[in-house]
């Protein structure tokens, strides 16, 4: 088991000098405190996930739009050009 790079050993050392220093009855308090503040990370990062991914969706489907119309408008212009007896501008 081994947990942000600390081991079960380590672990147990970290619950023994929180133990002393905190005591008995201050650590049930101190680890609810603890779970709420990590679950709070965990639900703001999914929120940033999703909302990342919901906007690289929408730039993807907008970059796919405009790869669809681009050659319908490069065609439309050229043919304005043909029609209006003009030669193509480079």
Known sequence: MNIFGIGLPEMGLIMVVAL??????KLPEIGRSLG???RGFQEASNEFQSEFK?????LEQAVKTTAELE??????VKSEQ?????????
């Open 82 to 90: 043909d029609s209006a007896g003009s030669s193509p501008v480079i």
């Open 36 to 38: 709420k503040a990590i």
């Open 54 to 58: 919901r906007e690289a969706e929408q």
């Open 71 to 76: 050659p319908k408008q490069i065609e439309s």
């Open 20 to 25: 002393l220093i905190f005591g008995p009855k």
